[in-house]
């Protein structure tokens, strides 16, 4: 598996970009603003975007990939929507306040209700998705609104995306003796905010720290966080070195690329 970081900031800034991650050509993990970065034949190719939850960082993508792609896909043969999968309050929330013709239009029923450019499709936490050859299971996360992680299986062992969260007893729990290539964790707040961390659902590095005791992993596996807010990497990164963490940790940096 092919994995492109879109966008790994808690928000924008000048070279920030807010959560995105695109696994080989067809499948997109979250829908935030690095997914201005593609081209448009790259947006064109997306089969599936998969949400951990309905926070405006993690969504307001999808509609302007509708609008740029759609003439794009209707000419495919066969003309395939674009599915995108979620938790089934996620995708209540896309309707009610997104595709409601007042924010955006509905492209779950355009440009024909029986040919839209978008189908909402819902999950459970817990179930595994087979799309474009990638299996993705969903994954358990604490968050302010229902939400989740994925775990994706590769040949050099599982790429685990845990999405916004606060402390995650079950994710552990369901990732308990499974080989781990890399955890990408969230830690959007510096221990100065941990109360704020606390109150949003959210990690801070030495809730990190405390979340990873519970990480049953080897020496190859990779830990990298995510979704730090812009102007706060120096203090999240110093506040890491200096606590005794299992394995190294470092930060995600958009564009970066791997191969699993």
């Not at 190719?45 to 993690?58: F, G, P, Q």
């Not at 781990?180 to 949003?200: C, G, K, P």
């Not at 005791?213 to 990164?237: C, F, N, R, W, Y």
Request: include cysteine.
């Amino acid at each position: 598996m092919n994995l492109r970081v879109l966008g790994c900031s808690g928000s924008i800034a000048l070279d920030n970009r807010t959560t995105s991650f695109l696994l080989d050509e067809h499948v997109l993990v979250d829908a935030g603003t690095g997914v201005g970065d593609l081209t448009l034949d790259e947006l064109a190719a997306i089969d599936h975007i998969v949400l951990t939850h309905s926070h405006l960082d993690h969504v307001l993508g999808i509609p302007l990939i509708a609008d740029s792609v759609m003439q794009r896909r209707l000419a495919m043969t066969p003309f395939r929507p674009i599915q995108v999968h979620g938790l089934a309050e996620t995708l209540d929330a896309l309707r009610q306040h997104v595709f409601n013709n007042v924010i955006w239009p509905d492209f779950t029923r355009l440009p024909r209700k029986d040919r839209p450019i978008l189908e909402l499709v819902p999950f459970q936490t817990g179930d595994c998705l087979s799309l474009s050859g990638l299996q993705i299971e969903v994954l358990p996360a604490w968050h302010t609104v229902p939400a989740c992680g994925f775990a994706v299986d590769t040949p050099s062992g599982l790429w685990v995306f845990t999405g916004d969260t606060g402390p995650n007893p079950a994710l552990w729990e369901r990732l308990r003796g499974r080989p781990i290539a890399q955890l990408v964790i969230e830690t959007a707040f510096n221990d100065d905010e941990r109360a704020l961390a606390e109150i949003s659902r959210h990690l801070s590095p030495s809730m990190l720290a405390a979340e990873l005791l519970h990480l049953d992993v080897d020496s190859d596996t990779s830990i990298a966080i995510t979704h730090v807010k812009p102007g706060e990497m120096a203090a999240v990164t110093g506040q890491l070195a200096a606590l005794d963490l299992p394995l190294p940790v470092f930060a995600l940096t958009r564009g970066e690329r791997y191969r699993f």
